[in-house]
C-alpha cells in the first residue's frame, strides 16, 4: 500500500494539476428562427438566467439573432417590454408597404426602432461572443456575422426572401439564416462551446396555425404612402394587400400563407436533418405550435411557455452541466 505521508509521484502530480488546470466547459445557446414565435427565446433566456445558468456564446438565426443579440447587448428587458406592448394596430404600423421592391416589406421603421436601442453597438463589443446566421443570396452559402454593426446583423439574419429586403454586408447579399440552419447548433460547437442548449420555435408546428389567419387583419386597410389604417367600413379596397399576404382563401391559400407554410416545412427539415448528424446536448422545444407564425402579438403567452419548458427541462440541463464538470457553479440551481 502506498504511503499517503508520501508526496506524490511526478505522474501523479501531473494528472492532479492536470485535472486542475481543465477549462471549464463552455455553454453554447443556439437560438432558432421563428417569425413571431421568437419571442419565446426572451422566456427561455430569462428562466435560465434565474437558475444560474449564463451562456459564453450565443447563435441566433432569424428572430432568434434579435433575441440573441437583445440579450448581450443588455437590452432584453427592453426587448420584451417592446414585444408586450404590440397588438393588432401596433404591429400594423411597423408594415411599410413597398409597391416596387426586393421585398414587400421595407423594414425601415422596424431598423429605426433597432438603431434607437442598438444605435452603434458592434458584435465585437459584446461581452460574450455572437453570431447571426444569414444566407449568402448568390450562392446559398451560409454566412457567419460575428463583427460589425449588431443591427445590420439582425436585419440580415430576419431578411426573409420575398418579405424583407436582402442587406448588402461586405459586398455580399444576405437574406434569412433561416434557409440555410434554422438551428444553429453547428454554429456553436465551431465557436467553441461544449454543452449546446438548442432553443427549436417548430417541433409542433404544423396545422393552421403554422400560418398567419385572415381575420386577425380584418380592421385594416392599406392606403397608398400612408401603410395601414384601421377601419369600420369596406370600401372595396379594403385589405386588398393583407388578404393577399396573409388570408386563407377557401379555394387557394394566400401569397403569404403559402410562403410562411414553405417556410415552416424547410426549417423543420433542415433541423431534423442537420442535428441527426449534430445533435444539441439539450434541446428546449417549447410547446407553441397552436400559435402562428405572425402572431407577434402573443408575446405574453410566448414568454411564459419558453419559462415552462425550461422549468420541464431543468433536470437534464443540471445533469449534462454535472457530467461535463461545471460542478463549481451548478451546485446551488434553486
Known sequence: MADPTKSPSPAGAEASQNAQAWPKPKIGLALGGGVGRGWAHIGVIQRLLEHGIRPDLVAGTSVGALVGGCYLAGRLDTLEEWARSLNRRRMAGYFDFLINGTGIIGGKKLEKVLQRHLGDILIEDLPQPFTAVTSELATGHEAWLRSGSLVEAIQAAYALPGVFPPRKIMGRWLIDGALVNPLPVSVCRAMGARLVIAVGLHADAFGRAAVSRAERYDDFEFVEGQGLRETDQDEGGKSAMLKQLFGVGEKTPSMGTVMLASLNIVMDRLTRSRLAGDPADVSLLPSIGHIALLDF???????????????????????????????DETDNFE
Open 297 to 327: 402579438d402573443k408575446a405574453d403567452e410566448l414568454i411564459e411557455l419558453g419559462k415552462q419548458c425550461v422549468d420541464h427541462q431543468l433536470p437534464f440541463i443540471k445533469n449534462a452541466l454535472s457530467v461535463l464538470g461545471k460542478n
